[in-house]
């Protein structure tokens, strides 16, 4: 992934200070005097991957409603939404960062949207559990100015004090590893201004903007409703000053060459979820035409219950799937890019480059090791199509953010998984409705 799209056979990196000093073979690179060797035979050692996109908020409605479209679905998991407190909020984000861990996505965007309450704030408790998991990780807190539930709905000046508030106690926290970002949740619950304010307190904080954009065609549908005229998303965002190179357009689906051709002309990443779409039944995009725009593209898994798992080798594969179909091309996404999408690229979406997304000396090293000896893995003559079209984020053996040894052997270290996935069961029984016989099987 160092644009070279170099392959070391029997290779090696020397880990340091938490970054990457040295890449090279095996009988190149010398291990300081006291340094631990981490055998890798058998592996292949890659960047950790790069999620780009997620609501870990949502993640006691995985398995709930999965024979709905999009807005029905939404209807389901609203009313657990509601009941999120506190603690709800943290194991459920804690859930979610280990098993991105798990799948060996070591940076994580977290797409949050909880009500409003006086007693707690959800995005404090989501940064909690990156902290405490030790991934790399994004907020993105969501914005909702109207046509939402009424729990949800915030003015500009509550919006602006809660930002700030956020970015104060946690952007760059953690050695740089957690940061913040801003959006729409969706493009008709703001209005024209809500999108300018967005943009101004995007810049006046130095931080990105994150939003969901075109999903399906209900969305440009829902917009003309909304703003009361007839305006595709993307053309929406453009007079809203809300494209950009900071800016990161998710789950892009239904658009048209012109809404492509404007994305390229600003600069703005895009993020695709094919997983999620397919999920939904409501179409997925031909992904040949942005990359033939030039675009920075970027993958996310979406959230836990949009498709029930957090797997971005299962998104890598769907990927090349759904644009081979599309152009009726088996050449219209290859393994090569795919990678890159999910590690370097993922990384420039996010404005990360720098830091992580690929095995380059000077890095942050976030390093993942995966386990080729295994029956579908066998023979792996083509490492990369091995990666992206038989392996599983399950085959990930060995999980290192920024230098720290966060899973060994598919233990996560930071924190007691069987805890975690004790407490999310309680919790589910409590706020998911008719999930109390569920939590009793498990228990
Ligand atoms: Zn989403």
């Known amino acids: 992934m160092d644009g070279n799209r170099t392959e070391l056979p029997d290779g090696a990196l020397l880990i340091e200070d938490g970054k990457i000093s040295a890449v090279g ?4 690179i010398e291990a300081p005097e006291g340094a631990e060797v981490v055998d890798a035979t058998g592996c292949a050692v890659l960047p950790g991957l790069v999620n780009c996109h997620t609501h870990l908020c949502m993640i006691y409605g995985r398995t709930i409603g999965t024979e709905r479209r999009l807005l029905d679905w939404l209807k389901v ?18 859930l979610g960062c280990v098993e991105n861990i798990k799948n060996g996505n070591t940076t994580v965007v977290e797409n949050t949207f909880i009500p409003r309450t006086r007693d707690f704030t959800p995005e404090n408790a989501i940064f909690r559990a990156m902290r405490d998991v030790g991934v790399r990780g994004v907020v993105a807190r969501a914005y909702h100015a109207r046509n939402f539930a009424p729990e949800f709905l915030e003015s500009h000046e509550q919006q602006a004090e809660a930002v700030e508030s956020l970015v104060e106690d946690w952007h760059g926290a953690e050695g740089g590893r957690l940061g913040v970002s801003i959006g729409p949740l969706l493009p008709w619950i703001v209005d024209i201004e809500d999108l300018f304010e967005t943009r101004a307190l995007a810049d006046r904080l130095g931080i990105g903007i994150h939003m969901h954009v075109a999903e399906s065609p209900e969305f440009n549908e829902k917009i003309e409703e909304a703003h009361g005229r007839s305006i595709r998303n993307v053309e929406l965002l453009y007079e809203g000053r809300c494209l950009g190179s900071s800016v990161q357009a998710v789950a892009v ?47 996310g898994t979406n959230g836990p219950a949009a498709n029930c798992g957090q797997d971005l080798f299962e998104t890598m594969k769907y990927a090349c799937a759904t644009a081979k179909t599309a152009a ?10 795919v990678l890159e999408m999910a590690t370097i690229e993922g990384a420039r979406a996010l404005g990360m480059a720098d830091r992580t997304g690929s095995l380059e000396v000077g890095k942050d090293a976030d390093v993942i090791t995966v386990n080729l000896a295994q029956p579908h893995l066998t023979p792996a003559l083509d490492i990369p199509a091995a990666l992206v079209y038989s392996a599983k984020g399950s085959d990930v053996r060995d999980v290192f953010i920024a230098g720290n040894a966060v899973m060994r052997n598919r233990e996560v270290l930071t924190v007691r998984e069987r805890d975690v996935l004790v407490a999310a069961n309680e919790i589910a029984a409590r706020i998911v409705p008719g999930a109390e016989r569920v939590s009793a099987r498990v228990a």
């Open 77 to 94: 998991e609203m009313p657990i939404m509601a009941r999120l407190d506190d603690t709800a909020t943290y194991y459920g984000a804690l």
């Open 328 to 337: 009726n091309d088996p050449t219209a996404l290859g393994r090569y890019r």
């Open 25 to 28: 073979r095996t009988d190149e």
């Open 253 to 299: 689906a239904d658009l048209n060459d012109r809404e492509i051709e404007l994305l390229a002309e600003t600069e703005t990443a895009v993020v695709f979820d094919p997983q999620t779409r397919l999920f939904w039944g409501t179409g997925f995009p031909g992904l040949r035409p942005f990359l033939d725009a030039g675009l920075i593209c970027g993958l």
